[in-house]
Every structure is written in C-alpha cells, then in structure tokens.
C-alpha cells in the first residue's frame, strides 16, 4: 500500500476548486491534497467556525489559498452566493467536488418523512443546485468545467437502513451519467467516485456510535482486510480533478478493497469455510472421479 501523494507536482496548479462540506472527513482529505498541488480551494458547509479552523490548517500545512463560505447546499441563493464570492476571490472557477451529505442509519418505517426529505435536500437536491448553478455560469461564460460526485456503493445496490441516503446517492449517479453526455459539448466533464469505508467522525462515530463500530467493525466487510486510507481516495479525486483524466467522462470509480462484490456474489459468503474443510471436499470430490 502506497499513502504518499501520486500526481506530479503543479497537477492541479492555479486551478479554482470548491469542495462541499470541505471542512471535515473526506472533504477536507481531499481539498488538502488539490492544495499541496496547486489548486486554489474553497470550503463551504453551514458552520462556519469550523470551516475557518479548517481554513487557517489548511493554509498553514499547505502554503495555499483556501477561502471558508458559509452554505447550506439546500438553498439555491447561498450556492449562487458561493460562487459569486469565489469568482471575487479568485476569478473563474474550475471545478466542483460535490461531497456534503447527510445520512441516517436506521430502520426505514421509524424515520419521519421528514428526516426523509432532509437527506434527499442535502444529497441529491444539494448536489443538483451546485451542479446547475455552476453548469448555467460555465456554459454562459464558455469556460470548461469538471465536476466530480461522491456517491456511494449502495447507488446502485440499494441498501436496506440507510434508504433515503440509497435514493439519493443514486439520483446523484444518474446525473452524473446524463450530464456527462448532455454538457460534454461545452466541455464540462463529469464523473463519480464511489467509496467504501474510509473512517471519519460523520460517517463512523456519528452513524455508529459507542460499540457499534466494533461489533460491526466495516474492516471486517473488506476482502483486502482493511479500511481505505485518506490519501488513497485523495489520490483518486486529484487524478478526476485533473487534465490527466480528460478522456474519462460519466464514469464512476469505487474505491473499496472489493467491498461491494463480496456482498454481491453468489457464493463469497463461502469464504467462511476452513481451509481443513475445504481438503475434506476435495477429498471426497477425488474419491468419486
Ligand atoms: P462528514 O465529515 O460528516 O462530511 C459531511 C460534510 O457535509 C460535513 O462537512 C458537513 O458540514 C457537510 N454538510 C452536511 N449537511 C450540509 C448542508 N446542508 N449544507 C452544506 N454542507 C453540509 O463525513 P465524510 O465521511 O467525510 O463524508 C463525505 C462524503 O463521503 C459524503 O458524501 C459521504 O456520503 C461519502 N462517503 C463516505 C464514506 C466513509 O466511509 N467515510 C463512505 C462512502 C461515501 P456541516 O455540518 O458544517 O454542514
């Protein structure tokens, strides 16, 4: 296994990058990274403290440019807004990391309608108003553009107790899918990272809070044995960021150890038996032939 940052140096220098929910887990791994490779970055969520915290780390790790803009992605005029003060910072905008999310692991029928609404408002709605507001200003202005969805493996799975979070994370897949191809012409590219367990406060300690976390280890879930590293997925989300991954358009990368295909194949549940098992079976298979 290899954490060390994989592009070349300057990959991603001078360009414009705003991250959603760039102030904590992922988000910020991710925006550190386009820092240390040029980028300049913006980070917005809706507290703004931590955003700021966030900033002045970043800043100081990096030697880059990160400006905090408080945003609730649910709101299409703070979006508008984010835009405009980034454009005032720092000129055109390049790309967009559409990686806030909110989820709630529990049984579907104890959920409220609205709890239900929350997550669709935050995923799908959140990401579509960024990914509109942006397109409109790209296309208006002719600039190119890249955007680059977080989704999930249960896109396009489904999974039982996190439904709405399913729902949404699939709209997000659809339409990175459909606008890949419809704003292709006007240079805007757009592709999806799916990733597996990568430990974080959001998604470990809050969604599985005390036990839960051990006694549902995600480690455990991984054919490889292990939970993903930071640098891992930041090496990824740079790599879609960049020029370097201009011919790759409407696709979507997991990045999970082969989390998903356990789950999905018919007989890894096999994976169970004993070896001592195993010679038993074939024992026996030779003494028939
Ligand atoms: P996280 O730290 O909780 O990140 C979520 C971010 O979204 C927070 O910074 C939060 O900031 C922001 N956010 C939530 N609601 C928002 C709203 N209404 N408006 C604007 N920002 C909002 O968790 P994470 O694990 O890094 O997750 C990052 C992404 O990776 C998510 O898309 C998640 O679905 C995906 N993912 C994570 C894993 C994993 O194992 N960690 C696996 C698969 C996919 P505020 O509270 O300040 O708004």
């Given at each position: 296994m290899r954490t060390d940052g994989?592009?070349?140096?300057?990959?991603?220098?001078d360009q414009t990058i705003i991250v959603t929910g760039g102030g904590t887990g992922l988000g910020r791994a991710m925006g550190t990274y386009f820092l240390e490779l040029g980028a300049n970055l913006v980070i917005t969520s809706r507290k703004i403290e931590v955003l700021e915290q966030t900033a002045k780390e970043m800043e100081a790790q990096t030697g880059g440019k990160v400006l905090a803009v408080q945003c609730d992605v649910r709101d299409y005029e703070q979006v508008e807004n984010v835009l405009k003060v980034t454009e005032e910072r720092f000129g055109q905008i390049h790309a967009l990391l559409n990686n806030a999310a909110g989820n709630f692991i529990s049984p579907t029928e104890r959920l409220s309608n609205r709890a239900f609404d929350t997550v669709i408002d935050i995923v799908l709605k959140g990401t579509t108003n960024f990914t509109l507001a942006l397109g409109k200003k790209w296309i208006a202005n002719k600039q190119p553009g890249t955007v680059l969805n977080i989704v999930t493996t249960y896109a396009w799975t489904g999974s039982g107790y996190v439904v709405p979070s399913a729902c949404a994370k699939a709209g997000v897949l659809a339409m990175t899918r459909s606008l890949a191809v419809e704003w292709a012409k006007y240079k805007i590219r757009m592709n999806a990272i799916a990733p597996g367990p990568f430990p974080t406060e959001g998604a470990w300690s809050r969604l599985l809070p005390g036990d839960l976390v051990k006694k549902f280890d995600p480690a455990k879930l991984v054919p490889v044995g292990r939970v993903g590293e930071h640098q891992e997925l930041a090496n990824l989300a740079a790599y879609l960021m960049?020029?370097?991954?201009?011919?790759?358009?409407?696709e979507v990368v997991t990045i999970d150890g082969g989390e998903w295909l356990q789950g999905a194949g018919e007989f890894s549940h096999l994976e169970k038996i004993p070896q001592e098992m195993w010679d038993m079976l074939e024992a026996q298979r030779g003494k028939k032939q």
């Open positions: 994989m592009l070349k140096e300057g990959a991603l220098k960049s020029d370097y991954s201009a011919y790759v358009n409407g």
